[in-house]
């Protein structure tokens, strides 16, 4: 099982970047995918969930209406848009997998919850400067 994310950089505020976190090795259809993101002396803390179908998802208020999560199962890769990055934003963003469906992604406490998630990438470094 491997997941590898990238796309991570150093931008200024107010920029985009997209996050791409490529799946391999368990069938990428049948897990809910979700991004957490940490920061130097801080825990890890969830971004945003997205359903096995990509139906429906959960994004956390801090980054709500800029950060916008997707996913194409045709090529097993989720999908982070950011917009409007304030130096705030700034993280390792890692990308995370787990079998559970409905019980995980509809519960807040369980899909913000990092012990819930089965598989996780390396994660990418974004650098947000003012």
């Known amino acids: 099982v491997q997941l590898q994310a990238s796309g991570g950089g150093l931008v200024q505020a107010g920029e985009s970047l997209r996050l791409s976190c490529a799946a391999s090795?368990?069938?990428?259809?049948?897990?809910?995918m979700a991004w957490f993101r940490q920061a130097p002396g801080k825990e890890r803390e969830f971004v945003t969930v997205?359903?096995?179908?990509?139906?429906?998802?959960f994004t956390a208020n801090s980054v709500k209406g800029r950060f916008t999560i997707s996913r194409d199962n045709a090529k097993n890769t989720v999908y982070l848009q950011m917009n409007m990055l304030k130096p705030e934003d700034s993280a390792v963003y890692f990308c995370?997998?787990?079998?559970?469906?409905?019980?995980?992604?509809?519960?807040?406490?369980?899909?913000?919850?990092?012990?819930?998630?089965?598989?996780w990438g390396q994660g990418t470094l974004v650098t947000v400067s003012s």
């Open positions: 997205i359903s096995r179908s990509g139906g429906t998802t």
């Open positions: 090795g368990f069938t990428f259809s049948s897990y809910t």
């Open positions: 995370a997998a787990d079998q559970e469906g409905t019980g995980l992604i509809l519960s807040k406490r369980n899909r913000e919850d990092v012990g819930k998630y089965e598989y």
